[in-house]
Nanobody
C-alpha cells in the first residue's frame, strides 16, 4: 500500500497547464515537509518544488520558477503542483515525496532526494511540441 499517491498526470500541448495531486491517506500530512521531484526520460531524478509544513516557505527549481506553484491542504492530506506554461522539457515522471526530518523551514524545503523518506510511485506528464 503506497503512502503517497500521485494523480493528475497526462498529455498536454506546449503552453498548456496541468495540476498534479498527491494524497496521503495513511499520514498526518501536517508533520511532513513535502516536495515534488521529476525524472525526464534518460535522465536523473531532479528537484522541482517543496513546501514547508503549513505552506509558509516554498522553493522551486530555477527551471520551473514562475511557471509552477505548489500548495497543500493538510486537512485533506493533499499536496498540489500546478504546472503552467508547460514546455517540452517538462516531460517526465513526477514524484511526490515527504520528509519527517526537517527542523527548519530551510531544511523542510531542501532539494536533496535522500532527505525525503517517503515516496509516491510517480505520475507521467508528457508535453508535446
Amino acid at each position: 500500500q503506497a503512502q503517497l499517491v500521485e494523480s493528475g498526470g497526462g498529455s498536454v500541448e506546449v503552453g498548456g497547464s496541468l495540476r498534479l495531486s498527491c494524497v496521503a491517506p495513511g499520514l498526518r500530512l501536517s508533520r511532513y515537509c513535502m516536495a515534488w521531484f521529476r525524472q525526464p526520460p534518460g535522465k536523473a531524478r531532479e528537484f522541482v518544488s517543496a513546501i514547508s509544513w503549513h505552506g509558509s516557505r516554498q522553493t522551486f527549481a530555477d527551471s520551473v520558477k514562475g511557471r509552477f506553484t505548489i500548495a497543500r491542504d493538510n486537512s485533506k492530506n493533499v499536496v498540489f503542483l500546478q504546472m503552467n506554461s508547460l514546455k517540452a522539457e517538462d516531460t517526465a515522471v513526477y514524484y511526490c515525496a515527504a520528509r519527517d526530518s526537517g527542523t527548519s523551514s530551510m531544511e523542510c524545503t531542501g532539494p536533496v532526494p535522500d532527505h525525503y523518506e517517503i515516496w509516491g510511485r510517480g505520475a507521467q506528464v508528457t508535453v508535446s511540441s
